[in-house]
C-alpha cells in the first residue's frame, strides 16, 4: 500500500494497456481486491473516456464506495454519464453524508437529477441536512444510526441491529432515544451489548452520561471533541435535545486535516482553498494569495515613510543601512515564532484568552533572553567578521552597540506583539491564524526601524 | 461540554471548597458522571496536595482512564504517591498502548516500579513494544486485539469476543490468523459477524484483502491509511507476516495532530516539542527558538554584504533604500505562500517528487502574474501616493519602473524557489518543512536584492 506512489504510474499503464486489448474480466480482477480509496486515485488519473469504462466493471458496492472517494469534477463526469438507472444504483449503496457532500458540490443540473433519483426519504433528509450552516455539526452528520429504546432487552436489540444495521453507517455505538419525543436518553456500544446477557432490559446498562453536540455547533470543535475523549461516534441534537443525527470519527478526522491545512494557509496569508494543488488553476492559486500580498505590499509604505524620514541619519553614517534587513528579518522571525506558537495552542484549545497575562509574561522573557543571547552573539560577529575580517572599519564598537540594543528591544518586542494579536484577535472573533507571520513582520518592521534609529539618534547623535 | 473552558475556573473553585470542607462524598458525586478527559484537566490544575485525595476518589476503572489522560509529570506525582496496590489496580485496568505511553515518559526508577508491578504477560509486552524505533507503528499499536481461527463458526467466535472480549481495546474488528504461524489470513467487523448465520464459518466470509502496515513503518503514514481508508484499526504485522498489533483511529487521529504541530512549528522556525505551550518553562522555549533565529540572522551578513557593496548606487539615488524593506518582504511573502502549500502538499501525500515540473511550471505562471498584477498596483500608487501626495519628487518614474520590474522578477523567483526547496529537500531526504517561510525569506532577500540593484543599473545607470 505504501508503495502505491511509486506504482501508480506502473499500474496505470497495465490499465491503460488492458482497455486498448478489452481485457475487461482481467481489469476487474486487478481492480477487485483493492481499496475504494486507491481505484479512486487510479481512476482520477485514467484518459476521460476510459473511466465511464472502467467505473462500470466494478460490483455494484464497490463502485458506490469508489464513488465517494472520486474528486468533484470526476464525479460530476460520471453522473453526466450514467443512465438513470445507473444513477439510481449508485445512491442506493450512498450513506446519507456522503449524498450530501456530493450534492453540495454539484452545479445545481446535476443536484436535481440526483434528488429526483433517490428514494424519498433519502430526499428529505439530504434537503434537511443541507439547510445546516456550511461549518456546522449539523453539516457533517448522518441520520443513519442505530436507535434503541429504553424498555428493549439485549435479544430486542441484537434483533434491531441485525434488522437496520446493514444500511447504518455505524453499529458499534447504539442511540436510545425516548419514543414520545426522540430526546436522547442513552448511549450504548455494542461491546456492553455483546458481554451482557440476553434477557438484560437496556435501560438498566446504558450510559445515561453522554457528551453530544447540537446541530450548530462548529464542525472542529465537534472534531476535536471526538479526538479528545476517544470516541468512534458523537451523537448530535437539536435545540430540544432530540437526536438527530451523529457525527463518525473518520469525518472528523477529514476535518481535522482540513482545519489544519487551513491554518496554515492563513498563516502564509493564502486564502483557503479546499481543492488539491495540483488540481488548481494558475489564476485560482494566484487569485487565493494576490489580496494578503497586495495588502502586505501597500502595508509597507510605512516602512518606507520611517527610512525616507531619516534618510540624514542614514547619510551620516552609511553603515546602518546594512543591517536594515538582519534586524527586520530577526524581528519578524522572533515574532513568527511567538505567533505560530500561540495561534497552535488557540487551534488545540490549548491557550483561552483567559491566559493572556502569563502568556505574555512568558513571550516577553523568553523575547528578553532570546534577544541578549542573540545581541551577545551579534556583537562577537560584527567585531570579529564585519571589522576585522572583512576590515569594514565604518563597523565601529558604538555602530555595534547600536544594533545590538535594537536587537534586544526588537526581538522582545516582536515576541509580545506576536503572542498578543492572535490572542486579541480571538477576542474580537476574528480568527487568530491571519494575525501570523507576514502580518507581524509588517507591522515588526516599522517597529524595528523606529527603536534602530532611536538608538542610532541616542548613542551616534545623528 | 463545549462551555467547559469558561466553566473550568468555577468547577475548580468548588472542588478546592469540597476539599477544605471535607465533603468527600459530595465531590465523588460531581466528578462520577464527567469525561475522562475533563477530569484530567481538572486534576491537573489543583493544587499538588489535593490531587492523590481526589484521584483516589474514583472508582477504579475511571481513576485508570483519568490517569491515561494526565500530563507526565503528573502522572509520575501520582505514581510515587501511591501504594504498591494501588500502583498494580491502576495498571490492571490499563491498556497496553496507555501503559507504554507512560513508560516512556517516566524516569528509569518509576519504569522499574511500573514493570516490577505489571504482570509477567504485559511486562513482556511492554518490553517488546518499546524496542520499536520511536516514529513507528510498533510503537503506537497495541497487542490488545481479539483473534480468530478461520475455521470457528459465527458462534464460536461470539463466544470468544465475549471472554476475552473485555480486555481488547476494540472488538469492532477481529483478525484471523493461521494458528500455526499466526500470520495475518483475514480480518472479520463484529458487524459482519452480526449480520450472519450462527452456523456460518469464519473463513468464509472473512475479508482476504487486508491493508496492513509493518511495524518498522513511519507511524505518521500508518495515521494517514486510516484517514485515507476510514479505517477503525489497521493490523500491524512484521517481516513474516506474523500479526503482531494493531494501531487504533484515535490514536492515530493523536499523531496526525502532532504531526500537523510539528509541521507548523518548522514552518515557523521552531525546533517542535511535545509539551503543551502553557506547561513550556521559559529556557525550554527560548532553546527551541534560538537555534534558527541565529542561524537565520548569520545568514543575513550576506544581505548586509550585497547593500554594502551598492553603497555609493544607494547614496547616488537615496529613494531607493526606502523600499527595500518592501521588496524584500514581498518575495519573502510570496515565496512563504508557496513554500508553505507545497510542504502540506507534500504532508498530505498530495505532491510527490514526481510532481516537480508540473509544480515549478505552475508556480512560475502564478509567479508571474501575482507579480505583474503587483507591479501595476505598486506603479499606480508609487505615482499618486508618493510622488503626488507626499511630493517625494526623488520617486521618478525611472524609479517606479525599477521597483516594479523588482517587483516582478522577485515575486516570479520567490514562487519558484518556494516550491522547488521543499520537494528538492524531501527528495534527498530531508524534511520540507524547515525549507519554510524564514529560511526562504532569508534567500529571497539576497535574491531580490540583486535583481533590485540589476535593474537600478540597467534604468539609472548607477
Known amino acids: 500500500m505504501f508503495g502505491f506512489e511509486n506504482e501508480r504510474e506502473d499500474i496505470l499503464k497495465s490499465i491503460e494497456d488492458?482497455?486498448?486489448?478489452?481485457?475487461?474480466?482481467?481489469?476487474?480482477?486487478?481492480?477487485?481486491?483493492m481499496e475504494a480509496a486507491d481505484i479512486a486515485l487510479i481512476l482520477e488519473n485514467l484518459p476521460e473516456d476510459g473511466l465511464p469504462l472502467v467505473f462500470r466493471l466494478?460490483?455494484?458496492?464497490?463502485?458506490?464506495?469508489?464513488?465517494?472517494?472520486?474528486?468533484?469534477?470526476?464525479?460530476?463526469?460520471?453522473?453526466?454519464?450514467?443512465?438513470?438507472?445507473?444513477?439510481?444504483?449508485?445512491?442506493?449503496?450512498?450513506?446519507?453524508?456522503?449524498?450530501?457532500?456530493?450534492v453540495e458540490e454539484m452545479p445545481a443540473g446535476v443536484v436535481k437529477r440526483i434528488l429526483k433519483h433517490s428514494d424519498p426519504d433519502m430526499r428529505k433528509s439530504i434537503n434537511e441536512i443541507l439547510k445546516y450552516p456550511e461549518d456546522s455539526a449539523g453539516s457533517i452528520m448522518t441520520t443513519e444510526y442505530v436507535d434503541l429504546k429504553r424498555d428493549m432487552t439485549v435479544k430486542d436489540a441484537f434483533k434491531r441491529i441485525r434488522r437496520t444495521g446493514p444500511d447504518k453507517e455505524t453499529i458499534n455505538l447504539c442511540y436510545v432515544i425516548d419514543p414520545d419525543n426522540r430526546r436522547l436518553i442513552g448511549l450504548l456500544s455494542l461491546r456492553t451489548l455483546l458481554l451482557s446477557e440476553e434477557d438484560t432490559v437496556i435501560g438498566d446498562i446504558?450510559?445515561?452520561?453522554?457528551?453530544?453536540?447540537?446541530?450548530?455547533?462548529?464542525?472542529e470543535l465537534v472534531a476535536q471533541a471526538l479526538s479528545r475523549y476517544d470516541f468512534i461516534a458523537l451523537p448530535v441534537v437539536d435545540r430540544e435535545n432530540r437526536l438527530v443525527g451523529i457525527v463518525t470519527v473518520d469525518d472528523a478526522m477529514?476535518?481535522?486535516?482540513?482545519?489544519?491545512?487551513?491554518?496554515?494557509?492563513?498563516?502564509?496569508a493564502i486564502l483557503p482553498s479546499d481543492k488539491p494543488y495540483l488540481k488548481t488553476s494558475v489564476t485560482a492559486l494566484c487569485k487565493a494569495r494576490i489580496t494578503w500580498l497586495l495588502f502586505l505590499m501597500i502595508s509597507a509604505t510605512f516602512t518606507g515613510l520611517i527610512i525616507s524620514h531619516f534618510e540624514n541619519a542614514l547619510a551620516a553614517c552609511v553603515a546602518l543601512t546594512a543591517f536594515i534587513p538582519m534586524l527586520m528579518d530577526t524581528g519578524g522571525n522572533a515574532g513568527s515564532q511567538s505567533a505560530v506558537t500561540i495561534i497552535r495552542g488557540i487551534s488545540l484549545n490549548e491557550?483561552?484568552?483567559?491566559?493572556?497575562?502569563?502568556?505574555?509574561?512568558?513571550?516577553?522573557?523568553v523575547g528578553i533572553l532570546a534577544g541578549l543571547l542573540l545581541a551577545v552573539a551579534n556583537f562577537v560577529k560584527l567585531m570579529l567578521v564585519d571589522r576585522m575580517m572583512l576590515g569594514n572599519a565604518s563597523v565601529t564598537p558604538m555602530v555595534a552597540l547600536v544594533i545590538c540594543c535594537t536587537l534586544v528591544f526588537t526581538v522582545t518586542s516582536a515576541k509580545v506583539v506576536g503572542a498578543m494579536l492572535p490572542l486579541l484577535a480571538r477576542k474580537v472573533g476574528f480568527d487568530p491564524a491571519v494575525m501570523a507571520s507576514p502580518l507581524i513582520t509588517t507591522i515588526q518592521d516599522a517597529v524595528s526601524l523606529l527603536i534602530y534609529f532611536g538608538f542610532a539618534a541616542l548613542f551616534l547623535h545623528i
Open 254 to 268: 477529514d476535518v481535522l486535516q482540513d482545519e489544519a491545512t487551513e491554518d496554515i494557509e492563513k498563516m502564509a
Open 58 to 102: 466494478l460490483p455494484k458496492e464497490q463502485a458506490a464506495e469508489v464513488f465517494v472517494e472520486l474528486d468533484s469534477d470526476v464525479q460530476e463526469l460520471l453522473i453526466q454519464g450514467f443512465s438513470n438507472t445507473e444513477l439510481k444504483e449508485v445512491l442506493d449503496e450512498l450513506y446519507l453524508d456522503d449524498t450530501v457532500d456530493i
Open 18 to 33: 488492458l482497455i486498448s486489448r478489452k481485457r475487461y474480466a482481467e481489469l476487474r480482477g486487478l481492480l477487485l481486491p
Open 206 to 219: 446504558m450510559e445515561t452520561n453522554i457528551v453530544s453536540v447540537t446541530t450548530q455547533d462548529d464542525k
Open 351 to 365: 491557550i483561552a484568552f483567559s491566559d493572556f497575562v502569563p502568556v505574555v509574561w512568558k513571550e516577553t522573557r
